[in-house]
């Protein structure tokens, strides 16, 4: 955080955690792990629930985002629920992504999921004390950082800090190049309003699987095997979007 500071940012840090499927609850542990962080009273830090929304982050951050711009966070750091081929929705909400690696969690190749080849403005290979960091690095800058987009690799360690500053210099370049590329506020509205329309798809869906009859006459069809569940489907759909 220093070194965004030294950059003249106000910063906020929004911290996306899942949801149990089971439970419902989420353990909302990065506060406990950013004790440094949270000891700074110019560092506002948030946990969210991911709430069962897909694509790694919470429905509720857009909103969240507005309202620490309005208080005058100038950077605001969103981090995602995960890294894997389905979590880029974050790339949707933000200006920059960051993807974050880290040596010695498998196969440096497997680390490469096909989905984060292609969102990430920035490649963090983290924890570069440990004996594989180089490998890694090596392997993502031959396969990501030479794609036409010529995204940027770095190599770091947050543990005894190297490459951090190195980090906030060229995440603050990226920043002003696209403070006012409309094309990107576009593609980014653009996708807040179809998410805000597939999720009232959504909630009136799952209105209609707790409250309507019709939905528990078409499983007793099914288990009798008087229907089957492609045309039971089909028409419980033309019920719901008619």
């Known amino acids: 955080m220093p070194f965004f500071q030294n950059l003249g940012y106000k910063i906020a840090i929004l911290a996306v955690d899942p949801t149990s499927p089971i439970t419902g609850g989420a353990i909302l542990g990065d506060r406990v792990r950013m004790q440094t962080t949270m000891d700074d009273k110019n560092v506002f830090v948030r946990s969210l629930a991911s709430r069962g929304a897909l694509g ?7 909103n969240v985002i507005r309202i620490l711009d309005a208080a005058g966070y100038s ?16 790339s949707n909400v933000v200006n920059i992504t960051a993807v974050v690696f880290s040596p010695q969690t498998g196969d440096s190749i497997q680390a490469i999921k096909a989905g984060l080849t292609e969102i990430g403005d920035l490649y963090i290979i983290n924890k570069g004390e440990l004996d594989g960091s180089t490998s890694l690095y090596n392997s993502i800058r031959d396969l990501i950082g030479d794609t036409p987009r010529k995204p940027l690799v770095i190599k770091t360690s947050a543990k005894i800090g190297n490459g951090l500053k190195d980090v906030a210099l060229n995440i603050d370049r990226l920043l002003r190049t696209k403070a006012n590329n409309r094309d990107l506020q576009k593609r980014m509205l653009e996708f807040e309003l179809r998410d805000m329309v597939l999720n009232m798809v959504e909630e009136k869906v799952s209105a209609m699987f707790r409250e309507d009859s019709r939905y528990r006459e078409f499983i007793e069809k099914i288990v009798k095997k008087e229907l089957d569940p492609y045309l039971a489907a089909e028409q419980l759909a033309s019920v719901v979007l008619r």
């Open 56 to 62: 790694g982050i919470s429905r509720s951050i857009r």
């Open 75 to 90: 950077l605001i750091i969103v981090e995602s629920v995960g890294a894997g081929q389905v979590e880029v929705q974050i």
